[in-house]
């Protein structure tokens, strides 16, 4: 008899969460309800879109209100995937016994999953203004039709929310070359 392949199965990234039963109960819940509002913020959002562009409010402010929740959504998605998976991993402590440790370990893990969504929605907006600039910059400084951005803005800043942990290791590495380039230039300067 063959055995069952395991579709769910974590990677070693993620086989550090310990959480108990209500606590993972707990974050469905915030999770459930952080998805929801986000998604109403998104809809509010694309509805007011149209007042913007109107009544001659600025552009930025409009392409704001998309790349939060746009962030926000994407990144409680993933991360209600992840805790789903680490419960069908049984990776949760049956135990009411409270170790130091463990009480560390828990309070970690509640921290991280609670401002991940957070941490998303407000580096969509960092890499969407990066982008403007960046076709600012381009454009040497000349006003740019921007009146259909808000809908890449939109895409990125969901899969910017969705893939925040991998693009944080990412611009962890990349921030990391940056500042030993610019160390080796001020060291090769001094000599």
């Known amino acids: 008899m063959s055995e069952m392949q395991n579709n769910h199965k974590l ?3 993620e ?11 707990h974050l469905f819940i915030y999770y459930i309800t952080v998805l929801i509002l986000s998604f109403f913020w998104l809809c509010f959002s694309l509805v007011f879109n149209f007042e913007i562009h109107n009544n001659g409010f600025s552009k930025l402010i409009g392409i704001l209100m998309f790349d939060f929740p746009s ?3 994407g990144a409680t998605i993933y991360y209600i995937r992840k805790l789903y998976k680490s419960a069908i991993q049984n990776l949760v402590n049956d135990s009411s016994i409270l170790l130091e440790n463990t ?6 893990a509640k921290i991280y999953f609670y401002f991940r969504p957070i941490i998303s929605g407000i580096l969509s907006i960092i890499i969407n203004i990066g982008i ?9 400084g000349q006003e740019f039709d921007n009146s259909n951005f808000f809908l890449i803005s939109v895409i990125i800043s969901f899969f910017v929310g969705y893939s925040n942990g991998k693009l944080i290791l990412k611009l962890d590495r990349y921030g990391e070359n940056v500042i030993n380039n610019i160390i080796k230039e001020n060291k090769n300067n001094e000599q």
Do not use: H
């Open 15 to 25: 086989k550090w969460i310990f959480l108990e039963k209500n606590e993972i109960k």
């Open 11 to 13: 990677d070693n990234q």
């Open 71 to 73: 962030g926000v959504l």
């Open 132 to 140: 403007i600039s960046g076709i600012f910059f381009v454009n040497a």
């Open 103 to 108: 009480y560390y370990r828990k309070l970690g």
